[in-house]
């Protein structure tokens, strides 16, 4: 299969990519097997209701050009992954969200861009390093990207408002989370901008964090974690730039320090050691701007992408569970091409058995916006 080809959508093709998109049930990889097979949006929404029995059904169009609509009044605008403003390196995923929707300077995107996470309860320390980490990038060019939590996230963006500073959403444009950063929000906003992949009026549940930071390291050349938790979204977003071939970088913090005991095992498992902002520029050097995520196996454009059989379905049904897994993983695990892999889980995904995420992650039912 190949991607559409990049190009501005006219009007009615973007209702129909929307639509599409905002289909209940249709994840970023059956989205974008569907767009090839179909040889666009508007064919794959004649072909939805014979190929789900009529199970999925997409949102009208009345709706769709309302979000749109509402969007331009808020300054915002949707941007689909087939369009050439689309960020560059989200774009490279395989597969990357369908559509994105951004407020503020979107031109932030086409610079260098490195990600830094961390604790929502960081300690001052970690607080203060973290600023000093991205007044220091942003003054060496770079565009700082984080998710608009408390702590370490809030700080970095706060430090960079004069110099570049995007915030990644888990839900709708019109939905920031937490409250006590609505400050923060109509700041970045103003001086920076904001991208979300939900449809506007989403109000973000635990299980939509991930996805948010997929996207957060999938725009980032890479992610620098600082103060993060044995289990936490920090390292998520960790793990996701490794896939996605991204440089992957963590303060190290005392080991009796619970806060530090994430980024300290990221260390361990051989993630750069960043001691201040010259080491992250030092490590980014030889980062192209154009970088390739680089899985063991591609998802699309494979000789072997065949439809799979009934047993290979069933025993990828079996994997799946509320923790997302790569589709590459799941080939692994059943001996089979990924590209046939991708395929089952599509056919679930249209049976409502499973659900896609961005860069080719998949999960039992629920994991979609489907709430």
């Known amino acids: 299969m190949t991607a559409p080809k990049r190009r501005p959508l006219a009007r009615r093709e973007r209702t ?5 998109a905002r289909t209940p049930g249709v994840g970023s990889l059956t989205f ?3 767009v090839a097979q179909y040889k666009g949006a508007d064919g794959a929404l004649d072909a939805l209701p014979h190929i789900s029995k009529r199970r999925l059904v997409p949102p009208g169009a009345e709706a769709v050009e309302a979000e749109i609509e509402a969007l331009e009044e808020m300054g915002a605008r949707l941007i689909a992954s087939c369009e050439p403003d689309y960020p560059a390196l989200l774009a490279q995923i395989d597969p990357c969200p369908p559509l994105i929707s951004i407020r503020g300077d979107a031109a932030l995107f086409t610079k260098p861009l490195v990600a830094i996470v ?4 960081a300690s001052a320390a970690g607080q203060k390093l973290a600023a000093q980490f991205a007044r220091e990038l942003g003054e060496l060019g770079f565009v700082i990207v984080s998710g608009m939590a408390r702590g370490i996230d809030a700080r ?7 110099t570049g500073t995007i915030a990644v959403l888990a839900g709708g444009l019109d939905r920031p989370y937490p409250p006590q950063n ?3 929000h109509d700041a970045i906003c103003a001086r920076g901008a904001v991208i979300a992949e939900a449809p506007l009026g989403f109000q973000a549940r ?6 948010r930071n997929h996207i957060i390291s999938g725009v980032s050349l890479g992610v620098v974690v600082i103060e ?10 960790a793990r996701a730039a490794g896939e996605q071939g991204r440089e992957v970088m963590a303060v190290p913090g005392s080991p009796l320090d619970p806060r530090s005991r994430g980024s300290n095992a990221l260390l361990k498992q051989g993630a750069i050691l960043v001691e201040s902002a010259a080491d992250v520029a030092e490590a980014l050097k030889a980062t192209p701007l154009s970088v390739r995520a680089r899985p063991p196996a591609p998802l699309f ?6 439809p799979p059989g009934d047993a290979l379905v069933e025993a990828i049904a079996r994997l799946l569970s509320p923790t997302p897994v790569h589709v590459n993983d799941l080939a692994r695990l059943v001996g089979a091409p990924a590209g046939v892999v991708a395929g089952a889980v599509t056919e679930l995904e249209l049976a409502g058995r499973a659900a896609t995420l961005p860069g080719g992650y998949a999960a039992s039912p629920g994991a979609a916006f489907d709430g």
Do not use: K
């Not at 961390?118 to 309860?121: D, K």
């Not at 970095?156 to 004069?162: K, N, S």
């Open 32 to 34: 974008h097997r569907l």
């Open 16 to 20: 129909a990519w929307t639509r599409l």
């Open 182 to 184: 609505l400050a923060l």
């Open 301 to 306: 454009d494979r000789d072997d992408d065949a």
């Open 156 to 162: 970095v963006h706060e430090a960079t408002l004069e």
């Open 118 to 121: 961390g604790a929502r309860e």
């Open 206 to 211: 635990a299980r939509d964090f991930p996805r």
């Open 228 to 237: 993060a938790a044995e289990r936490s979204g920090s390292l998520i977003t």
